[in-house]
C-alpha cells in the first residue's frame, strides 16, 4: 500500500461501491444459477423451470444493477459504513 492514498470523492463513490461488490460477487465463486436458487429457496419460492444460462461478466452485471439507483451521496455512504466495519478488524 502506498504512502499517500488519494481522498475519496463523492463523484467517484457509486463507481468504487460498484467495485467493491464485484469483487464480493467474484470472490464468493457463484454463478446467477447459484443466486437465483438462493433467493428462490430463502423466500420459499419453488424453483424456476427454466434454465437462466450465466451471462458473461455475471459480477458486473449485477455490480452495476445494484449500483444504479443509488446517488453519489448514499454510496458515499455505504462505503464509509463499511469502513467503520472493517476498522474495527486488523486485516
Do not use: C, H
Not at 28 to 42: E, H
Not at 51 to 74: H, T
Amino acid at each position: 500500500m502506498g504512502l499517500f492514498k488519494k481522498k475519496l470523492t463523492t463523484e467517484e463513490a457509486r463507481k468504487v461501491l460498484e467495485e467493491i461488490i464485484m469483487t464480493i460477487i467474484d470472490t464468493s465463486g457463484k454463478s446467477l444459477k447459484d443466486f437465483i436458487k438462493a433467493l428462490t429457496d430463502k423466500i420459499q419460492l419453488p424453483p424456476l423451470p427454466i434454465e437462466i444460462p450465466d451471462p458473461p461478466n455475471f459480477s458486473s452485471l449485477i455490480a452495476g444493477a445494484i449500483v444504479k439507483g443509488i446517488s453519489n451521496e448514499n454510496a458515499m455512504e455505504a462505503i464509509r459504513k463499511l469502513k467503520k466495519i472493517l476498522d474495527a478488524y486488523k486485516v
